[in-house]
């Protein structure tokens, strides 16, 4: 493992320096403390049917649809209460090609513009009536879109959530005015000199793997995204495929039941071909230093980071350095 130091060079003094490296270690022992109630919690759920050993005390059915999506039902003691969630495994580490980042953070935003048969108003008016609670997010290694609603609208939940990522439809213009919204998006985010200093880390740290740029992408690319309608098409249809996804059914459900819900709204979702072919990372051989100065008056902060195994579901010390 190699170390990494990002350094920010700020007004401020050495006390006040150490003096918020104390209110870090405060926050990490708050973490501490809840993760510690968190765990005792599922200790004592795990009474109520699970193995006291097992780490997810709660009973998880698979199964896999004949074009490759994957519907996971964990049935959870949440009486009248269902989370839906689809999880597509498509993050920003998928955007190798150059002048093409940010792409999976704008579908984000750009998935809740509708359909035909569901526009975007007719969408929101389906959850409001639900009363449901909608949104989403992405990371590095995949987007994620959640729903939370009364359990007996499971049937409608698939309907609407199905329909948009086989057929979601929007104009150019659209396009346009979402790509512009992305931008403000990224000028307030890194306007605050930890989202800056982070993304001077994952610049600097990588040389060649797609972990170079952040979430939201290049600026060069957020602004040049405007002009990219063609390929948001594309890259849409290359990742938004039923085998790239897994939907998850939490709550107040019998599987038999999420299974044929899934089977009569999803089964007619085609499988992709597309294969992106991620670049792997050289190893760091030195140490590297960044001096960051900031334009307004700040605090110094320090960043410092490690490159560390990728991760892998059989090696337990990549499950220790997350705890860490």
């Not at 007004?11 to 150490?18: A, M, N, Q």
Request: with cysteine; glycine share 6%.
């Amino acid at each position: 493992m190699k170390i990494f130091f990002l350094l920010s060079l700020t007004h401020g003094t050495i006390t006040e320096s150490f003096i918020f490296g104390i209110m870090m270690m405060k926050s990490v022992s708050l973490f501490l403390v809840g993760f510690m109630l968190l765990s005792s919690a599922a200790t004592v759920r795990a009474s109520d049917g699970a193995k006291p050993n097992d780490i997810f005390p709660y009973p998880v059915t698979k199964t896999v649809l004949d074009n490759g999506l994957t519907v996971l039902t964990i049935p959870y003691d949440s009486p009248g209460l269902v989370a839906y969630y689809t999880v597509v495994r498509t993050g920003s580490r998928n955007e190798i090609e150059p002048g093409h980042t940010g792409f999976a953070h704008f579908f984000e935003h750009i998935m809740f513009r509708g359909t035909t048969k569901y526009p975007a108003d007719k969408y929101n008016d389906v959850l409001k009536q639900l009363g449901a609670d909608s949104n989403a997010f992405t990371t590095d290694d995949w987007t994620c879109y959640h729903v939370v609603a009364s359990s007996d609208a499971l049937a409608t939940l698939a309907d609407i959530e199905s329909d948009r990522f086989m057929n979601l439809k929007y104009s150019e213009e659209a396009f346009k005015t979402e790509a512009g919204a992305i931008l403000g998006e990224y000028n307030k985010n890194y306007s605050v000199p930890f989202q800056s200093m982070f993304e001077t880390l994952q610049n600097t740290a990588y040389t060649t793997h797609t972990y170079k740029h952040t979430t939201m992408g290049f600026l060069a690319d957020i602004k040049d995204m405007p002009n990219q309608y063609d390929y948001s098409l594309k890259f849409f249809d290359r990742f938004y495929r039923p085998e790239n996804c897994t939907v998850i059914v939490v709550g107040d459900v019998k599987n038999d039941d999420v299974v044929r819900i899934a089977k009569k709204y999803y089964s007619g979702w085609k499988k992709g071909t597309y294969q992106a072919e991620v670049p792997s990372e050289p190893p760091q051989k030195e140490e590297k230093i960044v001096r960051m100065p900031w334009k307004n008056k700040t605090l110094p902060y320090l960043l410092i980071g490690y490159h560390v195994p990728a991760f892998s579901d059989t090696d337990v010390e990549r499950a220790a350095l997350d705890i860490l």
